[in-house]
Antibody, heavy 121, light 110 residues
Framework: QITLKESGPTLVKPTQTLTLTCTFSGFALSTHGVAVAWIRQPPGKALEWLALIYWDDDKRYSPSLKSRLSITKDTAKDQVVLTVTNVDPADTATYYC?????????????WGQGTLVTVSS | QSVLTQPPSASGTPGQRVSISCSGSNSNIGSNLVYWYQQLPGMAPQLLIYKNTQRPSGVPDRFSGSKSGTSASLAISGLRSEDEADYYCATWDDGLRSVVFGGGTKLTVL
């Protein structure tokens, strides 16, 4: 059974760096073709794809946020970490991590429950 | 502004058939597979349709997907009250080299 869970701060001040951790089970990020993605959703708004890391450590980022995002993995801990630098109130959102299986073209198959992050002074 | 265009809302009565459109371009829908997600109120999204037309196990066959050119469509037949949710289309964009989502469609069952 594949599960993912996001963790991190619920409140961050503007200009700070946000660090979120996705802890997963039921799959190995070292398996060929597997990837983990981060997707966010501002309150009442649409989903926004942020970043993805592959089993071989290749990475993809949203072009509009690329300069502020970093995604890394710790295969031994079954974790993926997303950092967002210089946050702004517009970064207030529920952040989801998701598993992408081989053959699913980088798309999310299993999702975590999400974690709400508020950016406010 | 989303790369993929969906109607913001759709509605139907129980038992009806409703369709939700998703419009893109040659760099996304026109050359890649389309995925659909259902997001029930207060919940995380769930995969509903993958690779244009395929349903994950557990998804009723009342849900179907199709694609033609640079547009895709999700159809729900035999509408039920529990289908009331937000629906999102998604695909890969070759130019952006990222996954792109539609703006979402809120389905109301009257």
């Amino acid at each position: 059974q594949i599960t993912l869970k996001e963790s991190g701060p619920t409140l961050v001040k503007p200009t700070q760096t946000l660090t979120l951790t996705c802890t997963f089970s039921g799959f190995a990020l070292s398996t060929h073709g597997v990837a983990v993605a981060w997707i966010r959703q501002p309150p009442g708004k649409a989903l926004e794809w942020l970043a993805l890391i592959y089993w071989d450590d290749d990475k993809r980022y949203s072009p509009s946020l690329k300069s502020r995002l970093s995604i890394t993995k710790d295969t031994a801990k079954d974790q993926v970490v997303l950092t967002v630098t210089n946050v702004d109130p517009a970064d207030t959102a529920t952040y989801y991590c998701a598993h992408s299986a081989p053959g699913y073209n980088n798309h999310a198959v299993y999702w975590g429950q999400g974690t709400l992050v508020t950016v406010s002074s | 502004q989303s790369v993929l265009t969906q109607p913001p809302s759709a509605s139907g009565t129980p038992g009806q058939r409703v369709s939700i459109s998703c419009s893109g371009s040659n760099s996304n829908i026109g050359s890649n597979l389309v995925y659909w997600y259902q997001q029930l109120p207060g919940m995380a999204p769930q995969l509903l349709i993958y690779k244009n037309t395929q349903r994950p196990s557990g998804v009723p066959d009342r849900f179907s997907g199709s694609k033609s050119g640079t547009s895709a469509s999700l159809a729900i037949s035999g509408l039920r009250s529990e289908d009331e949710a937000d629906y999102y289309c998604a695909t890969w964009d070759d130019g952006l080299r990222s996954v792109v989502f539609g703006g979402g469609t809120k389905l109301t069952v009257l």
